[in-house]
């Protein structure tokens, strides 16, 4: 055996050493335990976060605050690629919008009583903050796994309510039952999504059963006990364009029966709404009488 | 797993210490150490306190200095982009005088303390826009087979952009008063911020160039939008998503052009003023402790703006403000996907105002 001979053997072995210790230090990344990813202690959390996403070395106090679609774009740790840390990461933030709505129900509790309401309880805006990006992230992932979560989280904003859409068909049935929800804000905002999927979603509103599925729910939204949820229904009836969704607008137009007296002034939220939709596409306003 | 890491690292150390005895091959790592910089000297402090067990250097060094002794140390300073893939900048590189200490356990970057001046002391402007690195070197040698083993590792750790280096009759470029922000920024990152815990935000390397007197969209003022009054700072840091125009499609002139269509279907008879107060936009960090904001806002890197409630009486009070217009700028916001992520009305803007959040729309600041 030659010179070159070892020399190439050695070689061999060394780039096999320093591949494995790559592996290894890849590895060592373990995920934090559930007991740091639901402290109490939103710090622990917080770091809990970013070991998840890969930021290990980042001061467990920050967020992700700043310019972060940079982040997500240049740091292919934040998004990982392992089954565990993504369904860590979709815990997590499953659990921090329980938290929350425990804070809300104990905020509700507590001012009931007439008791006094611990600061951190009645403005947890540190508490949203971190939910925010969770959301962030989760919306991110591109998960069909995180669907439940964020078609629950739909109230927070266009972070969830565009990654929703963006699952196609499968979003439409979820975000469909969101309309029996007792909270109305809950129930608005699934109808105003359910417009956006036939607007921005080619696959969703070329579907026909999914398309029919969605008229069936927005003639639901436009019987809404509340009127905000019927309000909210009046775009995506005008969307679909129909005889019969044409119909439900006239009767919103003309005689939904919500008012408010504002300045000495009946004031009909849906029928204004519904009587502008259907002005604009072309009905008079003599015609809406 | 960390068993299996030992093993491979020792093994992978083993092997470079057979197999390249003479050679000084380079391991670093950007170990994110912010520096302080105080007149002529800089302090590596730790500024983090870091798991020795979260990366391969301190692994080394703890697996190293079991072995042998460190045999040397040097310190070289670099002006370098940020993104590691970058190539040196070497023309930029600064001499160091006096002596680093040599800590034989490697594991304090805290005790080395330089004084330092630039290599080629001539007027001129430091240059500001990049970031300087400082390269912390270590050399272990030991006896091998025979073999003198000489192995280099580094560590780098990034500085603020903001640095007022006078070596060499060098200037800044940046206003007193940009640095003074950017210093605050870089004393967020490094949990050193006073404050503590009042700033939690990291929005990395930020330069003079990312803060503006002139941004501005069609609705506000740069002014507005840098939040001078409240911040007592005729600058700011104004993202991209403030001032996009109202035809793109995002960002907030989007949003208010959608409102000021919106809100008159809404409310026919009432004849609500435009554009709507902005109670809120940029936060310096001191700004944002004053006005209660959390520590991680989004206000503070000009991601967010608190539009006021149109109802209020008198106009960008807190008073009279109706819940019904509030709901129906929810609604509206939510419906049109207006806002990232929205903050319910129990949240400190309450009824008054509306928060409009841009986390997920990237954006830049010059």
Request: aromatic content about 10%; some cysteine; proline content about 4%.
């Amino acid at each position: 055996m030659n010179t070159r001979s070892i020399c190439a053997i050695v070689s061999t072995i060394y780039l096999a050493c320093v591949a494995a210790s790559a592996n290894a230090a890849q590895g060592v990344r373990e995920i934090p335990s559930i007991a740091d990813r639901e402290s109490e202690n939103l710090n622990v959390r917080k770091s809990a976060f970013m070991r998840v996403i890969g930021l290990d070395n980042a001061d467990a106090r920050l967020g992700l605050a700043g310019p972060a679609a940079r982040l997500l774009s240049t740091s292919s740790a934040v998004l990982p690629d392992s089954d565990e840390r993504r369904l860590a990461l979709i815990d997590m933030a499953v659990a921090q919008q329980k938290r929350l709505a425990n804070l809300e129900a104990e905020n509700n509790r507590l001012k009931a009583r007439g008791a006094p309401v611990p600061e951190d309880i009645q403005f947890p805006d540190e508490e949203h903050e971190f939910y925010g990006d969770l959301i962030l992230v989760v919306s991110s992932l591109e998960d069909s796994r995180a669907l439940p979560f964020l078609v629950s989280a739909l109230k927070t904003g266009a972070m969830a309510s565009r990654a929703v859409i963006a699952f196609g068909i499968p979003a439409v049935m979820p975000v469909v039952d969101q309309l029996d929800s007792p909270d109305v804000d809950v129930r608005t905002f699934a109808t105003g999504v359910l417009w956006n999927m036939l607007r921005q979603s080619d696959v969703i509103s070329k579907d026909a059963a999914s398309r029919g599925t969605i008229k069936s729910a927005l003639l639901r939204a436009a019987a809404d006990s509340n009127y905000r949820t019927r309000r909210a229904a009046v775009l995506g009836l005008s969307t679909l364009d129909d005889a019969e969704s044409t119909a439900v607008l006239y009767r919103l137009a003309q005689s939904d029966p919500y008012y408010e007296t504002i300045e000495g002034r009946a004031w009909y939220p849906v029928r204004v709404v519904a009587s502008a939709e259907l002005r604009r596409d072309g009905v008079r306003p003599s015609e809406l009488k | 797993m960390r068993t299996l890491h030992r093993f491979a690292c020792a093994a992978a150390v083993l092997c470079g210490i057979l197999l390249f005895p003479q050679s000084a091959s380079a391991y670093s790592y950007n170990d994110d150490l912010w520096l302080t910089y105080s007149g002529t000297q800089i302090n590596m402090s730790a500024a983090t306190t870091k798991d020795p067990w979260d990366s391969w250097g301190h692994w080394y060094c703890q697996v190293w200095s079991q072995i042998g002794n460190w045999c040397d140390e040097a310190v070289v300073i670099y002006d370098r982009p940020y993104v590691e893939t970058q190539v040196y900048d070497s023309s930029a590189q600064l001499a160091y005088s006096g002596a680093a200490v040599d800590d034989p356990s490697a594991e304090d970057e805290s005790l080395a303390v330089l004084t330092w001046q630039r290599a080629s002391p001539s007027d001129g402007t430091w240059n500001e826009a990049s970031q300087h690195y400082i390269e912390y070197d270590h050399y272990y040698t030991a006896e091998w087979g025979g073999f003198l083993s000489c192995i280099t590792f580094s560590f780098m750790a990034a500085s603020a952009s903001s640095v007022n280096v006078t070596g060499g009759g060098g200037s800044t470029s940046c206003d007193p008063a940009v640095t003074a922000l950017i210093n605050d920024y870089a004393a967020c990152a490094a949990n050193t911020f006073v404050p503590a815990n009042k700033c939690t935000i990291n929005l990395g390397p930020l330069q003079c160039a990312d803060f503006s007197q002139t941004r501005s969209n069609n609705r506000y003022s740069a002014a507005q939008l840098g939040n001078w009054a409240a911040n007592g700072v005729n600058w700011g840091l104004v993202n991209d998503n403030m001032i996009a125009s109202g035809g793109s499609g995002a960002g907030l002139e989007w949003a208010l052009l959608l409102l000021e269509v919106s809100m008159p279907i809404h409310y026919p008879n009432s004849n609500f003023a435009t554009p709507y107060t902005l109670n809120s936009a940029y936060r310096t960090p001191r700004n944002n402790v004053a006005a209660g904001g959390v520590a991680g806002s989004y206000h503070m890197s000009g991601n967010a703006a608190d539009i006021g409630n149109p109802s209020c009486t008198p106009l960008g009070s807190r008073q009279n403000c109706r819940l019904d217009v509030w709901q129906t700028i929810d609604d509206i916001a939510h419906i049109w996907q207006l806002t990232d992520y929205y903050e319910p009305v129990t949240l400190r803007c309450q009824d008054d105002c509306y928060h409009f959040d841009y986390r997920n729309h990237g954006g830049d600041y010059q």
